[in-house]
Nanobody, 121 residues
Framework: QVQLVESGGGLVQAGGSLRLSCTAS????????MGWFRQAPGKEREFVAGINWSGDSKYYADSVKGRFTIFRDNAKNTVYLQMNSLKPEDTAVYFC??????????????WGQGTQVTVSE
């Protein structure tokens, strides 16, 4: 069973950047598509970005397209989310997920514990 641990969240001013990391345990990381979701207070969890097993296919929510980049390093069992030009509305807890299927969905059961991202005005 894969276990996921996110890191890299924090407080940043609008216009700034953060890079989130999600490291997986186990030796089967490269067999999973990976995704990032986020959940703001009082809102449902929403999709942010997804990447396939090899990293050559990616897709993004319209709200982050052109600002966020998802990429992975299978040798390090890690998927990243580079977030640039951050906006206050990006404030949320960010979760990574591992999915046997691609595109990733929110219905699978492999999730990290989440990392808080707060963007100030």
């Amino acid at each position: 069973q894969v276990q996921l641990v996110e890191s890299g969240g924090g407080l940043v001013q609008a216009g700034g950047s953060l890079r989130l990391s999600c490291t997986a345990s186990g030796r089967t990381f490269s067999t999973y598509a990976m995704g990032w979701f986020r959940q703001a207070p009082g809102k449902e969890r929403e999709f942010v970005a997804g990447i396939n097993w090899s990293g050559d296919s990616k897709y993004y929510a319209d709200s982050v397209k052109g600002r966020f980049t998802i990429f992975r390093d299978n040798a390090k069992n890690t998927v990243y989310l580079q977030m640039n030009s951050l906006k206050p509305e990006d404030t949320a807890v960010y979760f990574c997920t591992a999915d046997r299927n691609y595109p990733v969905t929110a219905t699978n059961d492999l999730w990290g514990q989440g990392t808080q991202v707060t963007v100030s005005e």
